[in-house]
Structure formats: C-alpha cells, structure tokens
C-alpha cells in the first residue's frame, strides 16, 4: 500500500495545485483592479491616478487626490482551455483531450480614497489579486480523474492605506493587506484503478474532496510617486504576499505560498498634445512558490501530511500604453502586455501555464467633470505548452499533453468624487 499511498499523495499535490491554472496572468495572478487598468493592460496602474482604483497597485498615488474619489466596478472573466495531443502510458493508454475546460467568473471591486488635508489621505479598498476556476465535469474521462475534477479558487484583498506628500516632488504611501481565501478541490481514481494501485471498489470515489476551504492572512505594500510635472510622474511600489493557509470542516489544511510583487510604471503626456504614453514592469516572486504542504489528509484513500515541490521562476510583465483626450468628457485607451510564464522545468497538465500576450483597449466617459464611466476589454492569448505528467517516482511519463489558455477579461467602472 506504499506504493498507492506514494501516487495519492502526489496526484494530490497536482489537484491542489490546479487552484493555480486557469487564472488569466501567468501563475495564478489575478488582475481585477480596476476597467481603467484592463484597457490599457495596466501600462502605468502604479503612478496614472486617474481613479481610486490606483491605490490598489500603489498607495502612494493617493497624494495625488485633492477630493473624496470612490471607484466601484467589476470585472468578467471569460476563459477558453484545451488539453491536446493528450497521451496516457502503461494501464490507460489512449488519447484523452479535452476542450471545454474553462468557464465564466466575475471579479468585483470598490476603492475609496479620503483626503484628510494637503499632506495626508487615507483610503480603504476590496479586491481580487488571486483565483481560478476549471471544471472537466463534462468530460468523462476527467471527471472522476486525478488530473481533472473540479477546481474553484476565490480571493478578497481587505486594505487599508495611508499616504504622505512629501513636497511638489515626493509621494509616500504604505498600506495593510487583509486577505481571505476560500476553495473546492474534487479529484477521482480514475488513473489509480488503471493503474492497478487501487482495487475497483474505490470507482467514483473522490480521493479529494475538500470543499469550501478557507482561511486569512496578512500582507502589506508600500510605495513611492516622483511627480517632474503634472505631465510626468513616476512610480514604485512592492507588495508582501503572505503563505495562506485553508482548512476545511473535515480539518483538512493546505499551506500555499504567495508571491511578493515589485512595480515600476511611468506617465508622460506628450507637450502640447492630446495623447500620453504610460508603462509598467512588474516582477512577480513566483519562485517562492517552490512547494506546497498539506496537513491532516484524510479522505478514506489518502491520509497523512506531504509536501509536493514546484520550484516555480520568477515571473515579469512587460506593458505599454497610450490614452487619448479625444474631448473633454471622452477618453480612449490601448495598450500592450507580455507576461512571463511561472513554471520552469517542472510542468503539469493541472497547471496550463504559459507566456501570454494581452490585447487590450478602454473608454472612459465622464458625464461631469466628478463622474465618470469606464470600460476596458482585453484579449488575452496563450501559447501552447508540452506538458508532462510523471509517476511516483518522478521519472516515467504518466500522462503527455499540449495546453492552452486564453482569456477575454471585460471591465465596467464607475467613479465618483466629491
């Protein structure tokens, strides 16, 4: 019984982990700041401050405010993967794709930036930086798999900001991150049956069954505004990301490490023009993702505590963006992101992974000169990616594929200052 015990704890370790793929920024980065910031592929989020969302991706631009800003949106997540070229060795060879693994979610958002006098402002927000969702129940061959099941991951980003204005030049923010996660993972025995490692009896059993799993924890970020002019501004900031912990009511708890985040985004409006080009670089500490623990299994198969090693890398993104004052109530907006793949040697079909190109474009109206209307669209495309499910013992292919996750992510926005 080692042997099973060895492949459940693993294939365990797989589905868990699949909370980290279908996310639409490589890794399981969400990005649902904001509609202004899907228009543009958040090219300069971190220093633009033309809403409330911006404290979201950098405190300090809250200085920046000289009246009471409330922003409230949403954003809808419309997901297309496939697993191809599927090929499973040994007791269950065969072809085995899948494509209609992706699915619909929506992100919602608020933001509220208080000015207390020329030098201070405070502000509190609710968000999403993290989360995913798959569901292979429509195919029968992954809905009672190991590789397949159901996977939902929700996260929630409770802040609270403070910022400081130095003089004309110098910005100074630093903010608490309050976060709450919550998820299902279901896995069958499929492959374990095939394979010979488990006896019939187990057929349509879950092997995992964690349902509505939750827990907190607490982050923080910091940043900094450099203001030349009111054409030309800079911006860092860098964000904690604490190791989360959930537990379900069976005392089932998983340990999954998230990635701390380092920003830089610059805004230049160009002399006498109605147009300004804004950009970011964001480096995303994935390879703090190197493994996950689990405690207290116990699912009738499998029971026990494991750790499961991913050695993820570091990840980048790369954005570039342009917004033009048509007229005084209307904005239009693009821009362009080249995001980086988190996985490095070690792959997973439960993990579609990938570099990514954004697409995106915006507008914005502004009924009066303190209300406004934003919108934002980005097509966002995946490449495809050869993966490879090993064994037990991390040196036999158990299951090949090619995957591939695009995205299309829609925004809408309201703001309001007072």
Known sequence: MNKTRTLTRSLLAVAVVAATSQAHAAGFQLNAQSATGIGRAFAGDAVIADNASSMARNPATMALFDKTSLSLGFETIITDIAVTDAQYTGAQAGNDDYNDV????????????????????VGVNAYSNFGTSTDF??????TNSAYGGETDIKSMNFGLSGSYRLNEQWSFGAGLDVIYGQGTFRRGTNELIAAGLLPPQYAGQQFV?????DGWAVGFNVGTVYELDKNNRWGLSYRYSPDISVEDDKNQKIDLPLPDMVEFSGYNRIKDTDFAV????????????DEIDFHNLNAGIQQGEYNKQYQWQDGWHFAIGGTWYVTEKVELRTGYMHDTSAQDELTSIAVPDSDRNWLSAGAS?????????????????GADQQVNELDSTGQATVLSATTRADAILVGLQYSQSF
């Open 102 to 121: 992706g699915g619909t979610s929506v992100a919602p958002n608020i933001h509220l930036i208080v000015p207390i006098n020329d030098k201070f402002a």
């Open 209 to 213: 069954d964690v349902e509505d799993a």
């Open 278 to 289: 804004h950009y970011s670089v964001q480096w995303i500490g994935w390879s703090a993702f």
């Open 137 to 142: 129940s429509g195919s029968q061959t992954y």
């Open 365 to 381: 109206y502004h009924f009066t000169p303190d209300s406004t209307l934003d919108f934002g669209i980005t097509y966002l495309i």
